[in-house]
């Protein structure tokens, strides 16, 4: 138990040396005023506001709408590969055909985001089926599962 | 009188460390293969003094490999980190907000932790489609806070290691209940399980399509599942993707009809594209290799750097700066490490895919060398400087 301590007692200095370089290699590198310190702080904080407040309570506000549906698990899944598939198309979708580099973002992203959305829906819509199918043999034997 | 705030109560039964553990260790895994491919591409990009005249240009493919894995650990990172944050969500919440100093401290480590680590993914994500909505350096900042995340976690594996090690293994399958209360807590453990076991099931799927959809860019196999990657490996001149056009180089049809290669060293000398033309020519096939995660290999047909530097009388490679005709953005000039310099592999690229190499790719000459970040393979390359 006292190596566990002292194991963890390194890892907190070193975690937080590294933490130090990482400021140090900030303020070396680009020799920052207060204004850029503020505008990185800023970022960041704004990353969390966005994060916190109103994405997880879309998230959250999303599990309680299917959160009675005997599908719900199967639900959850295809709404977490949906959600996190538009986070990454988004970027592409927003900025598609702005660059002077035809090279860059070449493919028709709507259509692919589409694409893969309806696929997740599909997929979804077919486990759904298939999990009611399962549990309605099984309704006569025991309890329905989710 | 006191104001009773209202606090949120979160009635799943998912947001317990158990889940955390089981999705932080892949988080984990997805942050650490990031930050040392991350690191990697760094040192490569800018050697320090103690790395110079030992870059490795073996294997060929590595720059490629460990930038693909970068940017692929990236997005896998997305679902990995939502779930997580998902989890520990109503710790925000936890009342009162602060126990002690040791509590503060712990709560500001976290604070650390999730703000660099969503900043740093979405600046990596939007670096990938080269949308800089930020109003700092995107290397710098991505560089600096990769060490505060890295740093942090650290911190945060070592307050959580109780935790950790009592969520690590799957709870026990209970045992056979004494009490009737027991059996409706054992029965609920049971059903967390089994909803536990679907939520991660719902993560891999997840991590799954995000990276089959984006993999494409640089894993070759991938390339007809190539959806959402910012870029496809087919689309480009002689079917190879472009990081800056001539045009965003600013090369001009003036300097490229007076182009010459000049050579700076012991024995300087100037040439012509003829007399480069008439050189030992060699073929290499070799990937070029951006650090934004795209990647293909190609075959380069030139002149051998070791070849240029012998007949300037350098006889086994030298630190080498190459300079280019371009007059815009940056990577402009570049230095070479030794080992590349001497290495057969390393060409005055004049060719590519059996093509003289397209305005974009660097006409009339660029750099390809093995094992190197695709920014340090200058193009419309006019100078070479022997260093030391």
Redo the contacts between chains.
């Keep these: 138990m006292r190596s566990?301590t002292a194991?963890?007692?390194l890892?907190?200095l070193?975690?937080?040396?590294?933490?130090?370089?990482?400021?140090f290699?900030?303020v070396d590198?680009?020799a920052p005023g207060p204004d850029?310190v503020a505008?990185?702080l800023e970022?960041?904080?704004g990353?969390?506001v966005v994060?916190?407040g109103l994405?997880?309570p879309a998230?959250?506000a999303a599990?309680v709408l299917i959160a009675n549906s005997p599908v719900r698990?199967v639900l959850?899944?295809g709404l977490?590969?949906a959600?996190?598939?538009s986070?990454?198309?988004l970027?592409?979708v927003l900025?598609a055909g702005k660059?002077?580099?035809?090279?860059?973002?070449?493919?028709s992203?709507p259509l692919?985001?589409g694409?893969?959305i309806g696929v997740?829906l599909v997929v979804t819509a077919s486990v759904s089926w298939a999990t009611l199918q399962r549990s309605r043999r099984l309704s006569g034997r025991g309890k329905l599962?989710s | 009188m006191r104001i009773a705030l209202p606090r949120p109560r979160f009635g799943g039964r998912l947001h317990d460390p158990r889940t955390a553990t089981a999705v932080g260790r892949l988080l984990g895994l997805a942050v650490f293969v990031c930050f040392v491919t991350g690191v990697l591409s760094h040192y490569l990009q800018e050697p320090p003094g103690w790395l110079s005249g030992h870059l490795p240009t073996r294997p060929v493919w590595g720059y490629r490999f460990s930038q693909g894995l970068h940017v692929i650990s990236g997005i896998a990172a997305v679902p990995l980190l939502l779930v997580k944050l998902w989890t520990v969500y109503p710790q925000l919440f936890v009342w009162p907000p602060v126990k002690s100093p040791a509590h503060a401290a712990e709560r500001l480590s976290i604070a650390v932790l999730v703000s660099s680590t969503l900043l740093e993914v979405f600046m990596g994500l939007l670096n990938t489609v080269q949308w800089y909505v930020w109003p700092f350096s995107f290397r710098q900042v991505h560089w600096a806070l990769a060490w505060v995340i890295i740093g942090s976690l650290l911190v945060h594996l070592a307050v959580k290691t109780p935790l950790i090690i009592e969520h690590w293994r799957r709870p026990a399958k209970p045992q056979p209940a004494l009490q009737p209360d027991q059996t409706v807590s054992a029965a609920l453990a049971a059903h967390d399980e089994l909803d536990r076991r679907s939520l991660l099931r719902g993560v891999a799927v997840a991590v799954g399509a995000v990276t089959v959809v984006t993999a494409g860019q640089s894993v070759t196999p991938l390339k007809d599942a190539d959806l959402l990657a910012p870029r496809n490996p087919d689309v480009g001149p002689q079917g190879l993707p472009v990081n800056r056009t001539a045009k965003a180089a600013g090369i001009t049809a003036l300097a490229l009809s007076t182009w010459k290669l000049e050579v700076h060293g012991p024995r300087p000398y100037m040439l012509t594209l003829d007399e480069l033309r008439a050189m030992p020519q060699h073929r290499v096939e070799l990937p070029i290799a951006c650090v934004e995660g795209w990647s293909k290999s190609a075959h380069w047909e030139g002149v051998r750097i070791k070849d240029l530097l012998a007949r300037a009388g350098v006889e086994d490679g030298a630190r080498l700066r190459v300079v280019s005709l371009q007059r815009r953005g940056g990577y402009g000039v570049s230095e070479m490490d030794r080992p590349y310099t001497r290495d057969d592999l390393t060409l005055l690229a004049l060719r590519l895919n059996g093509e003289v190499l397209a305005p974009d790719h660097g006409y009339p000459a660029r750099i390809i060398a093995p094992n190197r970040p695709g920014a340090l393979q200058t193009k419309w390359v006019t100078r070479l400087e022997v260093l030391a």
């Design positions: 566990l194991l963890r007692t890892l907190v070193l975690g937080l040396g590294l933490c130090g370089f990482g400021v290699q900030f590198r680009t850029d505008e990185v970022w960041l904080a990353a969390v994060h916190d994405l997880v998230v959250l599990g698990r959850r899944s977490l590969s959600g996190c598939l986070l990454i198309a970027p592409m900025r660059s002077a580099n035809a090279t860059v973002l070449p493919l992203y692919n985001w694409i893969v997740t599962k």
